[in-house]
């Protein structure tokens, strides 16, 4: 079981970048994929999520409008699509997976996640 994320990276306020998160089939199978977020210091957030069956979106209020997560079931992918990038954007992002469906209301419940990814690096500065 993998999940790999990629595209990280250096960016100025109000750029963009894409971020990316390929699963293994079996992780595919997993009904909730979700994207959290720690910055140094703090505790890691949920940012957003995407149901793997009914392609349900939910975000957290800080990126609402700002950030878009999107999936490929060909590819086994989920992309965080990141635009309008802060300064208080930057951390560590990692993509997880959860066994069951999971509502507006315990989206970002981490303890109901399984499988994480091992993180990218985003950076947001001037």
């Known amino acids: 079981v993998q999940l790999v994320e990629s595209g990280g990276g250096v960016v100025q306020p109000g750029g963009s970048l894409r971020l990316s998160c390929a699963a293994s089939?079996?992780?595919?199978?997993?009904?909730?994929i979700g994207w959290f977020r720690q910055a140094p210091g703090k505790e890691r957030e949920g940012v957003s999520c995407i149901s793997n069956i009914s392609g349900s979106t939910y975000y957290a209020d800080s990126v609402k409008c700002r950030f878009t997560i999107s999936r490929d079931n060909a590819k086994n992918t989920v992309y965080l699509q990141m635009d309008s990038l802060k300064p208080e954007d930057t951390a560590v992002y990692y993509c997880a997976t959860a066994p069951i469906r999971l509502g507006a209301f315990r989206w970002s419940n981490q303890d109901a996640y399984t499988y994480w990814g091992q993180g990218t690096q985003v950076t947001v500065s001037s």
């Open positions: 089939v079996f992780t595919w199978d997993y009904l909730t």
